[in-house]
C-alpha cells in the first residue's frame, strides 16, 4: 500500500489589473501626502518649486537657481530641504510602514483583497525584504511621477510584471516576495521546499 503524497499548496499571483488598481490608489494618497507636505511650504518656496517643474530646467542649471533661491531667502531654505527629504522618504515609508503594520497590505492592496507574501508560500516577509521591496518600488515610483529622463530605466521595475509568468515585478523579484489574493491561507504545506 502507498502513502498518498499531501495536495501541493499553490499560492496563484494575483491579478495583474487589480494589482494596478491597488497601486495606482497608493500613489494617489501618496500624491495627497506630498501636496499637504508642499502646501505648508511658504508662497515664494512654492512658486520657485512651480517654475523648476513647468520650466523643464536642465539639472546644472536648476543647482544654480536652487543656489540663488537659497542665497535670497535663506529660511525658505530650511524649508526647501525637508520637503525633499520627505518627498523622497514618503514613498518608502508609506509602503515598508503600511506593509508592516497591515499584514503584508497597503491601503491599496488591503482594499482589492492582495497583499505580499515570501516566496511561494503565505507568509509575510520578513522586515528586510519588505525594505528592499520598498526602497525599489519607491524609487520606481519616484520615477513616476518625476520629468528626469535618468529614472525612466526604473520604470521596467514594472514592466517586468507583464511578461513574467508569476506576475513579479522587479521589486518583487529582488526581495523574493509576490502578491497574492489575500484570502490564502496563513498555513504552511506539508512537503515545504528545504530551500525556503
Request: glycine share 4%.
Amino acid at each position: 500500500m502507498s502513502k498518498e503524497q499531501p495536495p501541493i499548496i499553490e499560492f496563484p499571483p494575483a491579478n495583474i489589473w487589480m494589482r494596478i488598481a491597488a497601486y495606482g490608489m497608493d500613489m494617489l494618497l501618496i500624491l495627497a501626502i506630498l501636496w499637504a507636505i508642499r502646501s505648508a511650504l511658504p508662497t515664494t518656496a512654492t512658486a520657485f518649486l512651480d517654475q523648476m517643474q513647468t520650466e523643464q530646467i536642465p539639472f546644472g542649471e536648476m543647482l544654480t537657481l536652487s543656489q540663488e533661491f537659497v542665497e535670497k531667502n535663506p529660511t525658505a531654505a530650511t524649508q526647501l530641504m525637508m520637503v525633499s527629504t520627505l518627498s523622497l522618504l514618503t514613498p518608502f515609508l508609506y509602503f515598508l510602514l503600511s506593509e508592516i503594520l497591515l499584514s503584508g497590505c497597503t491601503l491599496g492592496k488591503k482594499t482589492f483583497n492582495l497583499r505580499t507574501a515570501y516566496r511561494n508560500s503565505p507568509r509575510l516577509p520578513p522586515i528586510g525584504a519588505q525594505a528592499i521591496r520598498s526602497i525599489v518600488k519607491s524609487i520606481a515610483s519616484f520615477a513616476l511621477i518625476s520629468h528626469n529622463p535618468l529614472l525612466i530605466i526604473f520604470l521596467g521595475n514594472f514592466l517586468i510584471a507583464f511578461y513574467n509568468p508569476d506576475r513579479k515585478a522587479g521589486h518583487d523579484i529582488l526581495s523574493r516576495t509576490n502578491v497574492v489574493p489575500g484570502y490564502l491561507p496563513e498555513v504552511e504545506p506539508e512537503n515545504k521546499d528545504p530551500n525556503f
